[in-house]
């Protein structure tokens, strides 16, 4: 199996036609005033010493607590589908490496709540089963087809979409 990155993961509930323009190279993240907005709310919410454990160039954790708990901050619970399955695959990765019985909390910075997050066996099911599905649309010659949708307009791709 193809192992893929967390923000591949993420991209794939957000939007497919997203998915296949990030794999292709094409990236324009530093445009986007919402991603800024989310790092400098990230930035401010916890200390320096927390911050980003990159494993294998393929997921970046945001701090570590308790050994074995891992953190990830959003500034919404806009896409919390997306950050769930990015958490649960981050849980599914280290299981992989021999690393057992790692948990989840994501913190969202709006409402200052955190929600837990544990890995199952029908978790580990549907995760496969995404990895199977990125790795066939980063295999597209073609990006999937646009979706307008409310998140369109909040994405660093959107020029590139529909201008
Ligand atoms: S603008 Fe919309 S359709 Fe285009 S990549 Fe972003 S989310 Fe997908």
Redesign the pocket.
């Known amino acids: 199996m193809n192992l893929v990155t967390g923000t591949e993961i993420n991209y794939y509930f957000?939007?497919k036609?997203?998915l296949w323009?990030f794999t292709h190279g094409i990236n324009m993240e530093h445009n986007s005033d919402y991603v800024d907005i989310g790092n400098a709310l990230h930035e401010k919410s916890f200390t320096r010493e927390d911050k980003e454990i990159l494993i294998d160039g393929r997921i970046k954790i945001d701090f570590v607590r308790n050994q074995l708990e891992i953190h990830e901050t959003k500034k919404s619970k806009a896409m919390e589908e997306a950050t769930k399955y990015q958490i649960l695959y981050y849980i599914y990765y280290l299981k992989m490496k021999g690393v057992d019985g790692v948990t989840g909390v994501i913190h969202y910075m709006d409402n200052h709540s955190k929600e837990e997050i544990t890995l199952r066996e029908q978790n580990e099911e549907k995760i496969k089963q995404i990895i199977e599905e990125i790795n066939k649309i980063k295999e597209m010659d073609k990006p999937p087809q646009?979706?307008?949708?409310k998140?369109?307009t909040k994405?660093?791709?959107?020029e590139?979409?529909?201008c």
Do not use: G, I, R
């Open positions: 957000v939007c036609h997203k323009l646009k979706v307008k949708s998140v369109c994405c660093s791709y959107y590139l979409c529909f």
